[in-house]
């Protein structure tokens, strides 16, 4: 069985989303991971019905599964307006139609302990809804494996796991981890995972790289990742071009990519 490899909007961010999701079903995807578009993403906590339908609407129109969509913790507002929060989007995702809700934890270790009561206060409401939380390394909280499966354990919840994102390790460590070593750690309590690469020039990480073109090595990672029983699903969250039809290439060079990797993994 073909793992699904879907893609995110990130890469056309500046376009309108029923654009950006046109696009993405032109360059061979199925999937669609919901992220912003125009600064802003489609669906939150306080987003309307309608909005959800426009949105839902758009996805059908290109023809594409909308499989994932990011969320955002509000841990600023304290404890217990943050868990109301984040059922919200819980229920709003539900309704949009996905099965993955990526959260990115939070950078302030002043909210780690207070960050993962949340995880276990929404984690069961997750479950009931038919979605499952998937935490991707974005620094902080989740800056290496090791810190990733320490909030999988202070959780310690079925509807809750992690995302790898070989980029990420890259980019939040400025190339002082690697993604290779990390993958076994924590392979087993994957329920995504994004292909990203990055970058790092004079000291700065740069993840505005198209899959194969930095310094992580897919075919190592991706590997390893089948080696471990990982089957998917991958996102796609960067590439390198920058404007629309250089994108609409750049997407279509990276899913046969992945793709080439997987079948000879």
Known sequence: MNATIGCTSRPYAQLDYPEAYARIAAAGYTDLAIFANNGQVPVRADSTADEIRAVRQAVDDAGLEPSMLIGRTHLDQGLEAAVANYQRLIDNAATLGVTWLLDCGTG????????????????????????????????????????????DSRVDHPAFAL????????????????????????????????????????????????????????????????????????????VGGREPDRVDRDLAFTLGYVRGILQTA
């Open 163 to 238: 995302c790898f994102d070989p980029g990420n390790i890259i980019y939040y460590t400025k190339g002082e981890r690697r993604p290779e070593p990390e993958v076994e750690a924590v392979v087993s309590r994957l329920n995504t995972a994004i292909i990203k690469d990055c970058i790092v020039q004079d000291g700065k990480p740069d993840v505005a790289v198209t899959a194969g073109d930095g310094l992580v090595d897919f075919p190592v990672v991706l590997g390893k990742l089948k080696a471990g029983g990982f089957s998917g699903p991958y996102y796609v969250e960067c």
């Open 108 to 151: 302030k270790e002043e909210h780690f302990d207070t960050y993962y009561e949340l995880m276990r206060r929404v984690a069961p409401h997750a479950q009931a809804a038919g979605l499952q939380i998937t935490l991707k390394p974005h620094g902080g909280i989740t800056l290496t494996a090791e810190d990733m499966l320490k909030a």
